[in-house]
């Protein structure tokens, strides 16, 4: 292999992959996070799973982005594990449609369209309009690269050490699998590889049958990056990764049969035979991942079962969405207070437990205590919407006074346990700065941190207990303790000041803990607003 067909081929591949990237950030970013609330709502069901996974990925041209979206909806208690493999199923569709751009032969086109997104990019102030130009010169990028990578493998064809290769190939379809699968784990793009390979068929490099079983291995390939995405997250996030590599493995376990003894190159050809090899590829590719989708839809209960068996443990994730919030109730105020109530509890719990998390992440530097931390700050956020859209519904009726003083108690309630959770998440992001930059403590702020982190947590439960209980002596207890937590922030701040002046603590060390210091304060005074709000209304 020379140096300049080596160089064509590598810098044409850097091209086509930054297109690719550019050309789906740019998607990505103009469809916003409605893509997201797609994938929340449209998924009542496998096959609603499906067509919007391939929705999905056909906007945004990257079957990786959408599986690892899956994965973190799961995580977050957003999708069942099942709804999640209809999502994943849907994305293998999806991602097809890069290789039939690919298979049309406009790269005499790209550079006018990379002149057009740059025009779009760089001479409009507007955003919306700026992304729409990075789509417009990814995806001239793309075709750029692929030309390149062209010319810079049509050597190859005469190259007796690759043509021996490919025949070989040809001859054990388990190698090329192999290689298919290598590569894309390297390249973390099946849509890249298949890009690649649909390049090498067109200079005569490799033929059609010999590209087949290298793309059942892009396909198994590609499920490394949802793979990588679920480490750290939780049991049931593991098993949605798990089903997608057992997916791309099955569908290949049963296509090959159909590949050895030429069935499935037949049934292109019957398709595609007067097109161009690209585009054979792309409907090799479409044709496996479509039906691949069909045969399994109908097990997807077995593949739930099966990743469950090979992944044992509580699979159970935070659940997003209220559990106590029925709309039908609403009629009967008395009975939806009495929910709303459960829910707000059920909020301050998660707070609490958040709380909990963020500390041991700071203490132990375990990274899953700060990601379980950070998924229920996002279902706090959701409840907090949700009992107040619900709490503003039910003054649509009519209340009796006692009525409407517990709705708006429990208003001002929900706030302030959002406060607590917000709180949790600056102490996350502090306990994230310290740890990043190796940042040192004395063991009396250690021992300072620990004992106001207790008091802080102990009031903020009997806040909650109080509301519970409806316990006017709690209620004043907790009062009582914001004197103390108040002194004690006071306290240690110039203990900390001390110790600095004194070079015990480093300057950023105090920094962080000054902050830290300053938020448990803060939930102190978010726990006295429920206790408050408790005394007020009863």
Not at 493 to 509: A, D, E, F, I, M
């Amino acid at each position: 292999m020379s140096q300049e067909m080596l160089f064509t081929f590598l810098g044409g591949l850097g091209i086509f992959l930054f297109g690719i990237k550019f050309m789906s950030e740019g998607l990505q970013k103009t469809a916003g996070d409605k893509l997201r609330k797609i994938l929340e709502t449209v998924t009542s069901n496998p096959i609603m799973g499906v067509i919007a996974g391939t929705l999905v990925t056909g906007i945004i041209q990257s079957s990786s982005g959408t599986t690892v979206l899956a994965v973190g909806l799961v995580n977050a208690g957003l999708l069942n594990l099942r709804q999640a493999i209809g999502i994943i199923m849907g994305a293998n569709i999806g991602t097809t449609m890069t290789s039939f751009l690919i298979g049309f032969k406009i790269s005499q086109y790209s550079l006018p369209i990379i002149a057009l997104g740059a025009i779009l990019i760089f001479f409009s102030k507007t955003k919306k309009v700026n992304y729409i130009g990075q789509i417009f010169f990814g995806f001239g990028m793309l075709f750029l690269g692929m030309e390149l990578m062209s010319d810079g493998m049509k050597p190859l064809r005469e190259a007796e050490v690759f043509v021996h290769f490919m025949e070989t190939l040809a001859h054990i379809p388990l190698l090329g699998i192999l290689v298919g699968t290598v590569f894309t784990v390297i390249v973390q793009s099946s849509s890249a590889t298949i890009g690649v390979l649909q390049g090498l068929a067109e200079t005569g490099a490799v033929t059609f049958n010999q590209a087949l079983p290298i793309l059942f291995g892009d396909n198994i390939g590609t499920t490394v990056t949802a793979a990588l995405a679920a480490i750290g997250t939780s049991v049931a996030a593991k098993r949605a990764a798990l089903s997608h590599v057992l997916f791309n493995v099955i569908g290949t376990i049963i296509f090959l049969p159909l590949l050895t003894l030429g069935i499935f190159p037949k049934i292109v050809m019957f398709i595609a035979e007067d097109m161009n090899i690209r585009m054979q590829i792309a409907w090799a590719h479409g044709l496996f991942n479509v039906s691949n989708t069909l045969i399994q839809l109908p097990f997807i209960a077995l593949i739930a079962l099966i990743v469950t068996k090979l992944i044992p443990g509580d699979g159970a994730s935070i659940e997003f969405k209220p559990k106590y919030l029925d709309k039908r109730l609403l009629t009967n105020p008395s009975v939806a207070l009495g929910q709303a109530t459960h829910e707000a509890l059920r909020m301050g719990t998660l707070a609490k437990d958040s709380l909990n998390d963020v500390v041991d992440f700071f203490f132990t530097k375990d990274d899953k205590k700060l990601n379980t931390s950070v998924q229920k700050e996002e279902v706090i956020n959701n409840l907090d919407r949700e009992i107040t859209n619900y709490l503003v519904q039910l003054t649509q009726s009519s209340l009796s006074k006692i009525e409407s003083n517990r709705s708006t108690m429990l208003l001002q309630t929900i706030n302030d346990i959002e406060r607590v959770g917000d709180h949790a998440e600056n102490l996350g992001e502090l306990a994230t700065f310290a740890h990043e930059h190796k940042l040192i403590f004395s063991d009396e702020a250690i021992s300072e941190l620990k004992e106001m982190i207790s008091l802080t947590s102990d009031t903020y439960q009997m806040s909650l207990d109080a509301l519970e209980k409806e316990d006017t002596e709690l209620a004043k207890k907790v009062l009582e303790n914001e004197y103390s937590i108040d002194k004690m922030e006071k306290d240690l701040r110039k203990s900390h000041l001390q110790r600095l002046n004194t070079g015990v603590c480093y300057g950023s060390s105090g920094v962080i803990f000054l902050d830290m210091i300053s938020n448990l304060e803060r939930i102190g005074d978010h726990s006295v607003n429920i206790a408050q709000a408790v005394l007020g209304e009863l």
